[in-house]
């Protein structure tokens, strides 16, 4: 299936949370969203958000078929993926999201559940939208749990303005909340475990709260962890007239900004997958003698056997968020 491999776009999964708005209809006009779309899961290798090939001889098939079927191509040698590891989301942030943690890898081994650390990127933040990401020095479990009994949360919490341009790594067993205003790209790990620790008393249109996992949460905070920061837009690298920025390294992911204003080859000698996010702009990438175009919001991924392709701007500009495949170490 090696002459089948190409750079692979998929069927947007949508998620129509209370808390969603319209923003990723509007903004990129889609056609197919649910009234409230708080999310698009954009690549996902989850039974309950699975993504599909929408794109050339393998359209139909799922991301699951395609890690069974041709893990080699997909990942690397040398890799033993038994499902595809990153999960790549848009979500739309009307309202706030709840007071949530998601385990470190140590922690999920402890309550068998999903490891989740992951990032944020700001593509869009309306005036005052702000992020919560992790608690104020020196806040201990006696404190934060007392703050869940006297609904007083937020004042623990670390609060952080945010705009367009922005981003964020959060690790696993960091308390957080996305802000109302805010529209962002999140990288994570493949996980859906959310332990929901205080949801500003919000209750559902038949009057129902949403589940807490307090008990949960509480074991699976970092209590001693530092305070995340926002990374803001610096110096960047110039490559033949583009720019390039990482923005995130870590063992799960590396993601990168790339400001285009010509061709920008891209090499793969670590054999791992590649995604690319078009954050404004179109662009159109060449590989393997075929050509793909990307307008604004869409996500494309290309398989580890793809080793060059090329990203060039169309009508002069375009910047993207590049993710890749960690580097396996020894």
């Known amino acids: 299936m090696i002459e089948n491999v190409y750079p692979l776009q998929f069927v947007p999964v949508y998620k129509d949370y209370i808390w969603g708005g319209n923003r990723i209809e509007t903004l990129y006009k889609r056609s197919s969203c649910p009234e409230i779309c708080a999310e698009s899961w954009e690549i996902s290798d ?24 041709m893990p080699d191509e997909l990942f690397g040698p040398d890799r033993h993926e038994t499902a595809f590891p990153l999960i790549v989301k848009i979500i739309d942030a009307k ?87 805010c529209l962002i790209l999140e990288v994570q790990q493949n996980s859906n475990t959310t332990y929901r620790v205080y949801d500003w008393n919000r209750v559902d249109k038949n009057g129902n709260s949403r589940e807490l996992h307090i008990k949960e949460a509480l074991q699976t905070i970092n209590w001693t962890a530092g305070n995340c920061s926002v990374k803001r837009i610096g110096d960047m690298i110039n490559s033949k007239g583009n720019q390039v920025q990482i923005i995130v390294s870590s063992p799960y992911f590396t993601t990168s900004r790339l400001e285009l204003r010509a061709r920008e080859v891209l090499k793969n000698p670590c ?6 996010f078009t954050v404004k702009g179109s662009l159109a990438i060449e590989a393997n003698g075929l050509k793909q175009i990307l307008s604004s919001g869409q996500t494309c991924l290309l398989p580890a056997i793809i080793s060059e392709y090329s990203l060039i701007p169309i009508d002069s500009k375009a910047s993207a968020i590049h993710i890749n495949q960690p580097v396996i170490t020894a």
């Open 95 to 181: 309202q706030r999201l709840s007071v949530q943690v998601h385990p470190d890898d140590k922690t999920a081994k402890v309550l068998n559940a999903e490891a989740k650390t992951e990032m944020w990127y700001i593509l869009s933040a309306k005036p005052g939208a702000k992020l919560f990401a992790g608690l104020k020095e020196n806040t201990t479990e006696k404190d934060f749990t007392r703050s869940l009994k006297e609904n007083s949360v937020e004042q623990l919490l670390n609060s952080i303005p945010v705009h367009e341009g922005d981003s964020i790594y959060i690790p696993g067993g960091t308390v957080h909340a996305i802000g109302e205003g």
């Open 271 to 276: 054999h791992g997958f590649s995604i690319i």
């Open 46 to 69: 989850r039974h309950d958000g699975m993504s599909v090939v929408a794109n050339g001889v393998l359209s139909g098939a799922s991301l699951h078929q395609i890690v069974e079927t």
